[in-house]
């Protein structure tokens, strides 16, 4: 773990907004799923949205959609995860992950192989 670089995070109120980046190594050229997991305390990790760097739909996760937009910057080897309208729920550990080819739809922490430390978002009512 922490083979993929993030930033964002921070602390907000309910409502607000928050931008998380995740940059792969400049090492990794071929095209990535990339994509953001989060973890709450005392629950399993969950799939928030991923990526094909390659091009098509991003896939977002029901609780999500709507509200966050992920997309990204191929020349950087970076993705971004734009959050608005942020709830209580939505306060978690997220981390970024990725893996070679295509993003496989509704996403499981198996199926990726690469991942970062994690970055802590807190949204207060």
């Known amino acids: 773990q922490g083979y993929l670089e993030e930033s964002g995070g921070g602390s907000v109120q309910a409502g607000g907004s928050l931008r998380l980046s995740c940059t792969a190594p400049?090492?990794?050229?071929?095209?990535?799923?990339m994509g953001w997991f989060r973890q709450a305390p005392g629950k399993e990790r969950e799939g928030v949205s991923s990526?094909?760097?390659?091009?098509?739909?991003?896939f977002y996760a029901t609780f999500v959609r709507g509200r966050f937009t992920i997309s990204h910057h191929n020349a950087e080897n970076t993705v971004f995860l734009e959050m608005n309208s942020l709830q209580p729920e939505d306060t978690a550990i997220y981390y970024c992950?990725?893996?070679?080819?295509?993003?496989?739809?509704?996403?499981?922490?198996?199926?990726?192989?690469?991942w970062g430390q994690g970055t802590q978002v807190t949204v207060s009512s």
């Open positions: 992950a990725a893996r070679a080819g295509l993003c496989p739809g509704p996403m499981s922490v198996y199926e990726y192989h690469l």
């Open positions: 400049t090492m990794v050229h071929n095209y990535l799923c």
């Open positions: 990526i094909y760097t390659g091009g098509g739909n991003p």
